[in-house]
Nanobody
Framework: QVQLVESGGGLVQAGGSLRLSCAAS????????MGWFRQAPGKEREFVAA????????YYTDSVKGRFTISRDNAKNTMYLQMNSLKPEETAVYYC??????????????????WGQGTQVTVSS
């Protein structure tokens, strides 16, 4: 089992940047595929980015390609999401997630077994 704790959220102006971190407990972090999701008020949780267990492959939803970068440091049990050129419509609670069943890229909420508590990202116009 793994516990996840996000950090790095906050208030930023449109066009600004934030770097989210997801710290994981447990010695098996490196065996989990990981992902970032976000949920805006009144909307469903949506996929943002994913990374394979060794970090060799990544995948992004179309709207963030070229602006967001997902990465992980298995030695530090930590995953990151660098977000650049943020837009007001990207205001949401951002969640990190881990899949104990898969090593490859996963984009569906139900593919993930463990979730953090979320970190608020607010982008002002």
């Amino acid at each position: 089992q793994v516990q996840l704790v996000e950090s790095g959220g906050g208030l930023v102006q449109a066009g600004g940047s934030l770097r989210l971190s997801c710290a994981a407990s447990g010695r098996t972090f490196s065996s989990y595929a990981m992902g970032w999701f976000r949920q805006a008020p009144g909307k469903e949780r949506e996929f943002v980015a994913a990374i394979t267990w060794r970090g060799a492959s990544t995948y992004y939803t179309d709207s963030v390609k070229g602006r967001f970068t997902i990465s992980r440091d298995n030695a530090k049990n930590t995953m990151y999401l660098q977000m650049n050129s943020l837009k007001p419509e990207e205001t949401a609670v951002y969640y990190c997630a881990a899949s104990g069943r898969y090593h490859g890229v996963r984009v569906t909420v139900t593919d993930y077994d463990y979730w953090g508590q979320g970190t608020q990202v607010t982008v002002s116009s």
